[in-house]
């Protein structure tokens, strides 16, 4: 069972600067076949459902802001939210779908 | 505009049954892996079972393997999740997602099962 931690739990940033949220896996979710790493982000805002943002750990779903941008390979990726907009305040996820997919704890970005 | 629309939540005691349907329009239903997430109040969401596009091939987490069952109608782009000798800890959201073994592109609103006496 492969799990991911994310950190920080919470983060506080200025509009218009950077969020830099960080998940780790336990064991490598890049799958030497294809050379995909298997991991997405989320994000959530309060009652809605989340929303992905990320697969394959850097490719952004279409609509999705440019400021949204995901990083890393092996077991160690990167968020990062570039000129932080309000309406970034939300709950963030990392997802591994390398085996049954399980997510991180969560990241709550605030202003 | 694709839509998955969740029903069938509800309070149960428990021990009991419940079955949560969810109707899925704008996407080929029948090529679409489909999935049950689940979200407990102020958790992170877990992952409950995926379904392959044919139905062939069913896969269940550790906390409901062998108490859920997932299935589908692709006639009637419907998915389903019967969920028996129910607990208190499988009280939360449950979402209907389309992805299934894999990330989740697609959810719904998200039906809410409270298991309580």
Redesign the interface.
Same mark, same amino acid.
């Given at each position: /069972?492969i799990v991911v931690t994310q950190s920080p739990e919470s983060l506080a940033v200025s509009l218009g600067e950077r969020a830099t949220i960080n998940c780790k896996s336990s064991q490598s979710v890049l799958y030497s076949s294809n050379n995909n790493n298997y991991l997405?982000w989320?994000q959530q805002k309060p009652g +809605?459902?989340?929303?992905?943002l990320i697969?394959w750990a850097s490719t952004r779903?279409s609509g999705v802001p440019d400021r949204f941008s995901g990083s890393g390979s092996g077991t160690d990726f990167t968020l990062t939210i570039s000129n932080l907009q309000a309406e970034d305040v939300a709950v963030y996820?990392c997802?591994q779908?390398y085996s /049954?997919?399980?997510?991180? +704890?969560?990241t709550n970005v605030e202003i | 505009e694709v839509q998955l629309l969740e029903s069938g939540g509800g309070l149960v005691q428990p021990g009991g049954s419940l079955k949560l349907s969810c109707a899925v329009s704008g996407l080929t239903f029948s090529t679409s892996p489909m999935g049950w997430v689940r979200q407990a109040p102020r958790k992170e969401p877990e992952w409950v079972s995926s379904i392959t596009d044919s139905g062939d091939n069913a896969y269940y987490g550790d906390s409901v393997r062998g108490r859920f069952t997932i299935s589908r109608d692709n006639s009637k782009n419907t998915l389903y999740l019967q969920m028996n000798s129910l607990r208190a800890e499988d009280t939360a959201v449950y979402y209907c997602v389309k992805g299934g073994h894999s990330y989740h592109d697609y959810w719904g609103q998200g039906t809410l099962v409270t298991v309580s006496s």
């Open positions: /069972d997405a989320y +809605q459902p989340p929303k992905l697969y779903v996820y997802q779908y /049954d997919p399980r997510f991180g +704890q969560g | -």
